[in-house]
Antibody, heavy 124, light 108 residues
């Protein structure tokens, strides 16, 4: 069974750095067809893609947040880590990680498995 | 960056209705378009990928079409379990993975 689970602080203060961990099971982060993204959703608002790490360790970031984000992975631990610097109350959201599977012969793929999400509140 | 728009933002419908949601990309994305369903308090669920391919386990009343910049999600006969918010997403590795703003389908 494939699962992803997000973990991290529930509450962070403004200006602090947020570190979130996505622990995956049922697949390997070294699988050439699989990558992991982070997505967030402020309360009552739309989904916003943040960052993606490919199987070959290449990274891709949202243009608007690129300066604040770092994504990395530890394949041996089956974990993908996202750090976001200089947190602000507008960053209050549920943060999801999701697996992206490349479809055979296409080189592209959608997000087929999602974690349950973790709510992060930014407040002093 | 590729921008995604959806219309309508809210749709009121009854059980049994045929429902269509439109998604537009600011530039051509070929068929690299997915649709997700999200219910309150839950993670999104993949329904359609590559514009028209049905994800395994998704009921056949859901269908997708389109290519280039204009796409549609159709629910042929709305069921009680389908009242939710639907998001489109473009997934081109070179352009990020942008989501649309969502369409909420509620009870008429």
């Amino acid at each position: 069974q494939v699962t992803l689970k997000e973990s991290g602080p529930v509450l962070v203060k403004p200006t602090e750095t947020l570190t979130l961990t996505c622990t995956v099971s049922g697949f390997s982060l070294s699988n050439a067809r699989m990558g992991v993204s982070w997505i967030r959703q402020p309360p009552g608002k739309a989904l916003e893609w943040l960052a993606h790490i490919f199987s070959n360790d290449e990274k891709s970031y949202s243009t608007s947040l690129k300066s604040r984000l770092t994504i990395s992975k530890d394949t041996s631990k089956s974990q993908v880590v996202l750090t976001m610097t200089n947190m602000d109350p507008v960053d209050t959201a549920t943060y999801y990680c999701a697996r992206r599977t490349i479809y055979y012969g296409s080189g592209e793929g959608a997000f087929d498995i999602w974690g349950q999400g973790t709510m992060v509140t930014v407040s002093s | 960056d590729i921008q995604m728009t959806q219309s309508p933002s809210t749709l009121s419908a009854s059980v049994g209705d045929r429902v269509t949601i439109t998604c537009r990309a600011s530039q051509s994305i070929s068929s690299w378009l997915a649709w997700y369903q999200q219910k309150p308090g839950k993670a999104p669920k993949l329904l359609i990928y590559k514009a028209s391919s049905l994800e395994s386990g998704v009921p056949s009343r859901f269908s997708g079409s389109g290519s280039g910049t204009e796409f549609t999600l159709t629910i042929s006969s709305l069921q009680p379990d389908d009242f939710a918010t639907y998001y489109c997403q473009q997934y081109n590795s070179y352009s990020g993975f942008t989501f649309g703003p969502g369409t909420k389908v509620d009870i008429k």
